[in-house]
């Protein structure tokens, strides 16, 4: 879970899911008021996060699965991987990527 480098107060789960649904690259610490970013190390690891959605497509190419079953798996996945990202979620007080609006 997301440490504030500002205050120091560890972010819930609850909170970090909150301000990742904004889809601002600032986040308000809930503790202390400062401006959080995500990290860059953070954000990196998200993408590899969104190839699990891909996972049922792979086993679909590999193993007879049923067209239903595959296309089903993919928002039961987006959901595991939406309740996951929380906890891999890095803050950092500096913005990282300047040019992001
Ligand atoms: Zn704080």
């Known amino acids: 879970m997301p440490t504030c ?9 609850k909170q970090t899911f909150k301000k990742m649904m904004t889809m601002k690259s600032e986040m308000i610490c809930p503790y202390c008021g400062e401006k959080q970013y995500q990290s860059k190390k953070s954000r990196t ?3 590899f996060l969104n190839v699990i959605i891909l996972l049922p497509l792979l086993i679909k190419l590999m193993f007879d ?3 239903v079953l595959t296309l089903s798996l993919i928002p ?11 906890f891999v979620v890095r ?3 500096k913005n990282e990527f300047p040019f992001d609006r």
């Open 5 to 13: 480098t500002n205050c120091h107060n560890k972010w819930s789960w």
């Open 45 to 47: 690891i998200a993408p």
């Open 65 to 67: 699965v049923s067209k």
């Open 76 to 86: 039961i996945l987006g959901v595991c991987i939406m309740l996951l990202y929380p």
């Open 91 to 93: 803050l950092t007080s």
